[in-house]
């Protein structure tokens, strides 16, 4: 069992507030991402959990046990850092065993944990190293290895991959994904990357500004983001945004004219809105397709198109100077400066009121 | 026209030799005062100076029978490693504390502490030395050992805390987590890491108690008087006697000396003690 319950949690440094209320489940086995853009309180909010950072108010509750004011040492929770923090003066053999040694565990269980825990982590050959002669991917194993030996009731992550290139941040990603399944642990797991985010998350916590934006599974931000925040922020590229005026609310959905004057029909709950209401058309680059200039009502400068080779990003520029980025086939040969017509999936659109809030799609999924 | 290649010979033969030129300029008094210390008082006064000269050990002879150098020297021991000890103890928790939990007014602090330093000891001697008088404290190694703390814990302090800085706050979180409680913390993960930097300040807290003259002078007579007290009792107003000075002031710096040449394998290993990323 660990189960987490934070309840209307604060924080504030110098009178400046870092956390601004928040109310948290995290459930027993579950993977559960906190992401945000620098300084939205991510860590801050880990560091709480583990004990680094004194509550200002509110309360954390582990297994129904109050722990807001509970020594880190006293928690059981296992904290992998962004820098490794690997003892630098042991082997990696003590850097694993030296939770268990404080702990006065037998001598031969600690071992025991250890080689299993080096095992599964590919780290045998390396137990009599020093951490400064392992490379960057190493030590991260071993700074894991040491939170697993642990047995701890939850896992902590503080953007473990940051300091990792590209080619072995998608493999720590997988290797993480399946020590998860493996450990059948509770996990929470701090980035800036949403990719890592949706990648491995059970529960997505989006993060800005010190409060939650949103929670949610990773499918449930991705279609079904509730305000302006979280659909700019889920999904790469980022999905364009477009201002644009209620005509008419009915049925169907609403009706919107847009800038450059076409109108189209988006199949949301209009609820109260009225027309002449401000409001902003969300699309994904991957429910925009490039047409010729006269088969679309809606046309756009094409700009930079970058070619990935199963797909090319498009970045175009519309008559009002917003910007979008079209996912096109792999084989599209854009033109710096070329006219495009734009054809939008507007069953997969969003629809966003003047406040940011998203109005409730009528299309599932 | 120089190659890339000689322009960086002539480089490193011209950065040599200064580096020997400055090297012999501070070796040199030592140099002097070792050599004169084996010279009889005639040669040791006559002008122009002698390098190559008869060596005598008659200065070394004589001031062991005057005094015996093995007090004082004991004396300076148990002073300089006494103080030295008792000022890690203090040293160690107020830099941990100061570099890992600092406050608002962390930085005033120190800044206060080193400021210390700057007044004129002299003008604090009267005070002191009727607190000493008070509390029995004159003439004893207790007391110089207290004073020698004092004074020298705000650069041991600072020192250290220096050193502690340069630890990443996160492996010191990452004990704590591991169940450390502050002590287990320290002994067990700050201090073998930081091992390089203390070993610095052992031996700068060493050398500063073992040369101070100020406070051994005005403090001691007899019983508790350092090597310093003793080389200061050889400029007496009978006159000056270069040759048993240097002899004695040899016998001071010696053992500092020593201990700081066999220290240094030890200390430069010490200082670059490894990559923590």
């Known amino acids: 069992m660990s189960d987490l319950k934070i309840t209307n949690l604060k924080k504030s440094f110098d009178n400046v507030d870092i956390i601004k209320g928040i109310d948290l489940e995290i459930n027993d086995h579950e993977f559960v991402v906190f992401v945000g853009p620098s300084g939205c309180g991510k860590s801050t909010l880990l560091r709480l959990i583990a004990g680094l950072e004194e509550v200002t108010s509110g309360k954390i509750e582990l297994d129904d046990v109050e722990i807001t004011d509970t020594a880190p040492a006293k928690r059981d929770l296992a904290m992998v850092f962004q820098t490794y923090a690997l003892y630098p003066h042991m082997t990696v053999r003590k850097n694993m065993s030296f939770a268990l040694d404080l702990a006065g565990i037998d001598k031969a269980e600690v071992d025991a944990k250890v080689s299993d825990a080096a095992k599964i982590l590919e780290l045998d050959h390396l137990l009599d190293r020093k951490p400064k002669a392992l490379s960057g991917g190493q030590r991260q194993r071993v700074a894991i290895g040491r939170a697993i030996v642990r047995h701890p009731k939850i896992f902590l992550f503080d953007e473990p991959l940051s300091n990792l290139d590209a080619a072995l941040r998608v493999q720590m990603r997988l290797e993480l994904a399946r020590l998860h399944q493996d450990l059948n642990a509770t996990m929470i797991y701090v980035t800036h990357d949403q990719v890592e985010a949706m990648t491995l998350a059970d529960k997505v916590v989006v993060l800005n500004g010190g409060h939650i934006e949103q929670v949610g599974s990773p499918l449930e931000l991705y279609h079904h983001p509730v305000n302006k925040f979280v659909a700019g922020f889920i999904g790469t590229p980022k999905m364009g945004f477009l201002e644009g005026v209620v005509v008419s609310v009915n049925e169907a959905g609403v009706e919107i004219k847009v800038s450059g004057g076409s109108q189209f029909l988006v199949p949301v709950d209009g609820g109260t809105l009225q027309a002449g209401e401000v409001i902003t058309l969300g699309v994904r680059p991957e429910h925009i397709t490039v047409t010729e200039p006269e088969e679309s009502a809606y046309q756009g400068r094409l700009t930079v198109s970058e070619h990935l080779g199963a797909d090319t990003y498009c970045y175009v520029e519309t008559d009002s100077g917003e910007p979008l980025t079209v996912r096109a086939p792999g084989d599209f040969e854009g033109r710096y400066g070329k006219m495009v017509g734009l054809s939008f999936d507007l069953q997969h659109s969003h629809l966003f009121d003047a406040q940011g809030k998203a109005l409730p799609r009528l299309v599932k999924a | ?277």
Do not use: H
């Not at chain 2, 190559?52 to 300076?76: G, H």
């Open chain 2, 1 to 277: 026209m120089l190659t890339l290649k000689q322009a960086r010979q002539l480089r490193t033969v011209l950065l040599g030799t200064l580096g020997w030129l400055v090297a012999l300029i501070i070796f040199f008094p030592i140099f002097w005062m070792v050599l004169t210390s084996f010279k009889t008082e005639i040669e040791a006064f006559s002008s122009p100076p002698q390098l190559f000269f008869m060596p005598t050990l008659e200065n070394y002879i004589e001031i062991n029978s005057r005094s015996s150098y093995l007090t004082y020297a004991w004396n300076s021991v148990v002073v300089s490693f006494g103080s030295t000890f008792i000022g890690m103890l203090l040293a160690v928790p107020a830099a941990y504390s100061m570099a890992f939990f600092e406050t608002k007014r962390t930085k005033s602090t120190l800044l206060w502490m080193l400021s210390t330093k700057m007044l004129p000891p002299v003008g604090v001697l009267v005070p002191i030395y009727l607190l000493f008088k008070d509390f029995g404290l004159l003439d004893t190694r207790t007391g110089l050992i207290i004073i020698y703390t004092l004074i020298n814990l705000p650069i041991m302090v600072w020192m250290i805390y220096t050193y502690f800085k340069e630890i990443p706050k996160d492996i010191l979180e990452a004990a704590r987590l591991d169940g450390a409680t502050p002590i287990q913390e320290i002994v067990r993960v700050l201090l073998p890491i930081s091992k390089g930097g203390l070993a610095s300040t052992v031996l700068l807290a060493l050398i500063l108690s073992w040369n101070e003259a100020f406070w051994s002078l005005n403090l001691t007579a007899s019983t508790a008087a350092p090597l310093t007290a003793l080389v200061a009792s050889y400029s007496s107003p009978e006159g000056l006697f270069w040759a048993k000075l240097s002899a004695v002031s040899t016998l001071a710096c010696a053992p500092i000396l020593i201990f700081g040449w066999l220290s240094q394998k030890q200390l430069v290993r010490g200082l670059s003690f490894g990559a923590v990323k």
